[in-house]
């Protein structure tokens, strides 16, 4: 197997780590621990495993070896879990309940990603004290795997990343930055929504936080973000400014003027103070680290083989 080596003594078991977030897992700590990957394509990762056709069981010798597993497999795309909920729930909540009884038997400390989508977002900020009220099925099924794990594993961190942004280290779906990027770059109109709001995360905060989960062997729940809130039409103007020679002309209008499978909550902003006083994380000003990711993604573009990273 490739695996990554370091002076660190931990191994570290990446699941999913071709996705959004284990692409910049990673990217962000290969040299401070042993790795060895796992996902779907034989030509990216060291173990190949598909969560609907293999068991669990096979990486039994993998969990044997790693002193943390790190959960990135996941269906994030709400509309999908809400049009075929069996393979979502599949994905979701019965792979994490799987991850959990291995957990017991082989003693991994087990990292794992809920979502915002756990609230409804009538009450914000939400802390890691607040109810769940998940208004369609991916909420749904993340807060049931929560809930089972928070009951069953004593050795588990929960991260709860709201709505991220950053750069793609590979074929991975659109996040909000490298969307909106795209058409400004291409000089293409946008609508973009007025009345969602997030305190959005860039992904070097999640990782900031899942490296100190591992060093300190950190357990428990927490909701990790920005401190900045923003709709859509903000965020997207923020990019802009430091895109001037664009020609890309962005309207803003509400969330009624799209038409999705599943229902979205309007403000699922967090209470980040558990991620500042326990795991010692302090995001970095927005508007900062959008003009560093707008500098970053234009010296790529120019020098493909370099690559920046927003700290």
Not at 64 to 79: K, P, T
Not at 208 to 235: M, P
């Amino acid at each position: 197997m490739n695996e990554q080596t370091s002076m660190n003594s931990k191994n570290i078991l990446l699941l999913g780590s071709t996705s959004f977030t284990g692409s910049h897992t990673l990217y962000s700590l290969q040299d401070q621990y042993s790795f060895r990957t796992v996902g779907r394509n034989a030509d990216s990762v060291d173990i190949v495993f598909d969560v609907y056709n293999d068991s669990i069981s096979a990486l039994r010798s993998d969990f044997e070896w790693a002193d943390v597993v790190i959960n990135c497999f996941s269906n994030g795309d709400v509309d999908s879990c809400e049009v075929n909920p069996l393979p979502s729930s599949q994905l979701n909540m019965e792979f994490p309940k799987q991850l959990c009884n291995m957990q017991k038997e082989t003693g991994f400390h087990l990292i794992h990603f809920s979502s915002n989508a756990v609230y409804d977002g009538d009450n914000p900020l939400y802390s890691e004290a607040s109810e769940h009220h998940p208004i369609n099925t991916y909420g749904r099924l993340k807060s049931d795997a929560d809930i089972f794990l928070k009951n069953e594993s004593e050795r588990c961190t929960l991260l709860r990343p709201i709505t991220m942004f950053g750069q793609l280290l590979g074929d991975q779906r659109h996040n909000p930055f490298s969307f909106f990027f795209d058409k400004l770059m291409n000089n293409q109109d946008i609508v973009a929504v007025n009345d969602v709001y997030v305190n959005m995360l860039h992904v070097d905060v999640l990782t900031s936080c899942i490296e100190k989960a591992i060093d300190d062997s950190i357990y428990g729940e927490f909701n990790i973000s920005g401190d900045n809130i923003v709709n859509r039409f903000e965020f997207v103007s923020k990019i802009k400014r430091y895109l001037p020679n664009s020609t890309s002309v962005i309207t803003e209008t509400d969330s009624s003027g799209f038409v999705t499978a599943a229902r979205r909550p309007l403000n699922t902003s967090f209470d980040n103070q558990k991620m500042k006083n326990e795991l010692g994380v302090f995001p970095t000003d927005l508007s900062l680290t959008i003009e560093f990711l707008v500098n970053s993604a234009l010296d790529q573009a120019q020098n493909p083989d370099s690559l920046k990273r927003a700290a």
